[in-house]
C-alpha cells in the first residue's frame, strides 16, 4: 500500500493519540520494561505534590522534582508512540481492507452442473461445503474453491495488483478470496471456510499490529530485560542504604535523594530497547505485508530470519517456467532450413509457450513467415497424453514431432530408420538439461528441436549470496536426475531433487531438521502441503489451492515463488534490527553509570571525582542530562526501529563484529558526547528550578 502525505499524517495524528491511550496501567504492563518507567513517573509525581505540601527530602527543589517527572512522562510517550507509529501502517492497510470488504449476494446452488437453478442468500450466510454461481462483473462473496469454470479475476482488492489472474476448477489455480470480483465468463464456487473466518478477515486481523502475538525470541530477550532491571532495582535500593549508612558513619545528613536514585534506576535500566521491542516486531511484520506477504504468525518471520535451507520449485522460480526452443539440430545430412520450415508448420496451431517459441526460431534464423493455412489444406493433429506428438497432415504428406520414443515407435512402425546419430543427439540435448523434441517428415527423420530452460538472469548470484549467508539451496523438480543435474549446475544451486514426489519433499525437509536445520520451501497445490505442513516457513501461493494455503505459515498475494528469497531477507533483517539496537542500548549504559554514578556519591566520597570524566557540572545536573538523553534517544531510534538496519548478506560472525563495532563502540561513544552537551544547556538553568 503506497502512503500518500494526507495518509502518512493521518497515521502519525493517530499515533499521537495512541500515545495517550497506551498510558492506561492495562497497556503499560505489557511491557514490563516500561512499566518500571511507569510507576516511576507515577512515583515522582507523588513526591512532586508532597514536595509541594512541605514534605521533602531537602536536596532537591520541587521545580527538580517536576522536570525529572515530565521527563519520565515523556519516556512513557515516547515508547507509546514508537509501537503506536508501527502499528500505524498495519491499521492503514487494515482499514483499507475493510473498506473492500462488501456484503454481497450470492447465487447459491443446490447442483454442482445446474447453473439454472438458484436462489440468492447473503454471502454472510454461506456455509462450508456450500455451492454458489459468479457470474462476470460480480464479486465473490466467500474464500472457495472452483469446481467448475474457468475466468479471469481481479484481485487487486487484496494483492494491490491490477492484472487479472485465471482462476479454474482443478489444479493449482483454483482457489478463490472473498471480496475479489470475476471479470469474465463464470465459476461455481464451494466454501472453504465459515462465516467470518475468511481469509480477507484473517488479513484484517494480521495485519494490525495491535493484534500480533509476541514471537518466542521476543519473549525471551524481554525476560533478560526484565531480569536486567530487576537487577538494576536491587542495586538502587541497596546503594540508598548504602549512602544512607556511609552518612551516619561519617555523621553527616544523607547527601542522596530518592529521587536521584528513580533516575539511576531508568537510565541504567534498559529502556531503550524496552521501549523500541514492540515495534521493531511490528515494523517487521509490516515489512512482510508491504510486501504482499501475509505471515500467520510471528514465529515464522523470526525463523525466516534462521533458514539455514531452502527448497525452491525449479519451475517459475529458477527458470522462467516456460521452455523455449533453442536450436534445430538436423541429423543423417538433413538440411537445417528443412528442418527449420517442418517444425514450424507443425507448430503453427500450437498455442504453448514452447510451440510458439519454435515458430518464432524458424523466423529468426531462416526469416521463415507464417503462412495462410487455409491455402495448404493444413489437418493439424493435437498433443495428447496417450501419443505423446503432436503435428499436421497436407496435401498428402504429414509431420509430426514430439517425445524421442514416441516418434521413434512412430517412424520405425511405418518402417522407417531411428539413426544411432539422432539417438545420441537425443542424449547429448538431455545431458545439458535440455528437451529432445524429435521432428519426422512423411516417417523420415529430419533431426531435434532442442527445447531449454532458461535460467532467470541473475538468479546465480543470489544464490552465491545465500551461500555466503551459510544458506543451502535445493532445487525441486519433476525431472529426471540428467536434466535436474544440468539446470541445478547452471543456476548454481548446491544439490537438486530430482523426480520429486509429495514423500520425497516430506523426507528431505525431516532429514534436514533432524539435523538441527530450519528448513524453508514454497508450494501451491494440494501434493505440496504435507511438505508445507512439515517446514519451518512455508510459504503458500495466493493462487494456490486452498490445501496448500491452509498447511503454509504465510501466504504469498503476488504468487510469487521467488519471494522466498526476499522473505529470508527480511527475517534477517528483524533478527539484525533487534541485536543491534539490544547491543546499543546496554552498551548506552556505561556512559550514564559514568555521568550518574560519580555526581550522586562524590560528596560522600571525593575520590570519585576521577570518575567524573565528562566534567558535568553538578549531581542534579548530570542526572537531569542523562534521564533527558535517556528519552531522545528513544525518538531518535524510532526511524531506524521501523525501517530496520542495513540488510548484509554477511556471515553470523562478521555481521557480530560489525554490530560490536557500529553499534557496541557507538553506544558507548554517542551517549558521552550527548549529556555533556545537554549538561551545558542544563546546568545554568538549574538556578530557576
Not at 426 to 451: E, S
Amino acid at each position: 500500500m503506497k502512503e500518500t502525505k494526507s495518509g502518512r499524517r493521518s497515521m502519525l495524528m493517530r499515533a499521537l493519540k495512541d500515545s495517550f491511550t497506551k498510558l492506561d496501567p492495562r497497556e503499560q504492563v505489557k511491557n514490563p520494561v516500561m512499566f518500571l518507567v511507569y510507576l516511576s513517573a507515577l512515583l515522582t509525581t507523588v513526591l512532586f505534590a508532597l514536595s509541594l505540601g512541605g514534605i521533602s527530602d531537602g536536596i532537591v527543589t520541587s521545580g527538580f522534582i517536576l522536570a525529572i517527572a515530565v521527563i519520565l512522562w515523556l519516556t512513557c510517550l515516547f515508547s507509546n508512540f514508537a509501537e503506536a507509529i508501527a502499528e500505524g501502517r498495519g491499521k492503514a492497510q487494515a482499514d483499507s481492507l475493510r473498506a473492500s470488504k462488501k456484503d454481497v449476494s450470492a447465487h447459491k446452488l443446490e447442483d454442482v452442473h445446474n447453473h439454472s437453478t438458484f436462489f440468492d442468500v447473503p454471502g454472510a450466510t454461506l456455509k462450508r461445503g456450500d455451492l454458489f454461481l459468479v457470474n462476470a462483473g460480480e464479486q465473490i462473496a466467500a474464500d472457495g474453491e472452483v469446481v467448475d469454470g474457468a475466468a479471469s479475476v481481479d484481485e487487486s482488492a487484496i494483492t494491490g495488483e491490477s492484472a487479472p489472474v485465471i482462476r479454474e476448477a482443478g489444479g493449482d489455480r483454483s482457489a478463490v478470496t472473498g471480496g475479489t470480483t470475476v471479470l469474465s465468463d463464470w465459476l461455481v464456487v464451494r466454501v472453504t471456510q465459515e462465516a467470518g473466518q475468511s481469509f480477507l478477515d484473517k488479513m484484517i486481523a494480521m495485519v494490525e499490529g495491535a493484534n500480533r502475538k509476541k514471537t518466542p525470541n521476543e519473549i525471551a530477550l524481554e525476560i533478560l530485560l526484565v531480569a536486567l532491571s530487576i537487577i538494576f532495582v536491587l542495586v538502587t535500593a541497596s546503594l540508598y542504604s548504602y549512602s544512607h549508612f556511609s552518612a551516619a558513619l561519617a555523621d553527616i545528613a544523607n547527601p542522596t535523594s530518592v529521587v536521584w536514585l528513580v533516575a539511576l534506576l531508568i537510565c541504567l535500566a534498559p529502556t531503550t530497547i524496552g521501549a523500541l521491542l514492540s515495534a521493531i516486531g511490528i515494523a517487521g511484520m509490516s515489512r512482510l505485508n508491504q510486501a504482499n506477504v501475509l505471515a500467520m504468525s510471528g514465529r515464522a518471520i523470526e525463523a525466516a530470519g534462521d533458514v539455514d535451507v531452502l527448497l525452491l520449485d525449479k519451475t517459475g522460480t529458477i527458470t522462467l517456467g516456460n521452455r523455449q526452443a533453442t536450436a534445430f539440430l538436423p541429423v543423417d545430412g538433413c538440411p537445417e532450413q528443412e528442418l527449420a520450415d517442418a517444425a514450424q508448420l507443425s507448430s503453427l496451431a500450437d498455442e504453448t509457450p514452447e510451440g510458439r517459441s519454435v515458430v518464432v526460431l524458424a523466423k529468426e534464423k531462416f526469416g521463415l513467415r507464417g503462412r495462410e493455412l487455409s491455402d495448404q489444406h493444413l489437418t493439424f493433429v493435437p498433443f495428447t497424453a496417450q501419443t505423446r506428438m503432436s503435428g499436421v497432415d497436407y496435401d498428402g504428406g504429414e509431420i509430426r514431432k514430439g517425445a524421442a520414443d514416441a516418434v521413434r515407435a512412430y517412424v520405425e512402425g511405418a518402417g522407417g530408420v531411428y539413426s544411432e546419430e539422432c539417438r545420441n543427439l537425443v542424449d547429448q540435448v538431455a545431458r545439458q538439461g535440455g528437451t529432445p523434441l524429435v521432428v519426422a517428415k512423411n516417417h523420415k527423420i529430419l533431426g531435434v528441436i532442442h527445447l531449454k530452460d532458461i535460467v532467470k538472469d541473475g538468479v546465480k548470484e543470489k544464490f552465491a549470496d545465500l551461500r555466503r549467508m551459510g544458506i543451502r539451496t535445493i532445487m525441486i523438480t519433476g525431472d529426471n536426475p540428467v536434466t535436474a543435474a544440468a539446470i541445478a549446475a547452471e543456476a548454481g544451486v548446491d544439490d537438486f531433487l530430482a523426480e520429486a514426489t509429495p514423500e520425497a519433499k516430506l523426507d528431505m525437509i525431516r532429514q534436514y531438521q533432524a539435523q538441527g536445520h530450519l528448513v524453508a520451501m514454497t508450494g501451491d497445490g494440494t501434493n505440496d502441503a504435507p511438505a508445507l505442513a512439515q517446514a519451518d516457513v512455508a510459504v503458500a501461493m495466493n493462487s494456490g489451492t486452498q490445501a496448500a494455503k491452509e498447511a503454509g505459515n504465510m501466504v504469498d498475494l503476488d504468487s510469487s515463488p521467488t519471494k522466498l528469497i526476499d522473505i529470508v531477507r527480511i527475517g534477517k533483517q528483524l533478527l539484525m534490527t533487534r541485536g543491534s539496537l539490544t547491543t546499543f542500548s546496554i552498551a548506552n549504559d556505561i556512559a550514564k553509570y559514568f555521568a550518574i554514578i560519580p555526581a550522586i556519591f562524590m560528596s560522600l566520597y571525593p575520590g570519585l571525582a576521577a570518575l567524573n570524566i565528562m566534567g558535568l557540572q553538578s549531581p542534579s545536573s548530570a542526572i537531569l542530562s542523562a534521564l533527558i538523553y535517556n528519552a531522545l534517544i528513544i525518538v531518535a531510534l524510532i526511524p531506524l526501529a521501523l525501517k530496520g538496519v542495513a540488510y548484509q548478506e554477511v556471515p553470523a560472525g562478521k555481521l557480530l563484529r560489525h554490530n560490536l563495532l557500529v553499534y557496541g563502540v557507538g553506544g558507548i561513544l554517542v551517549p558521552f558526547a550527548a549529556i555533556k552537551l545537554i549538561d551545558c544547556i542544563v546546568a545554568p538553568l538549574l538556578g530557576v528550578l
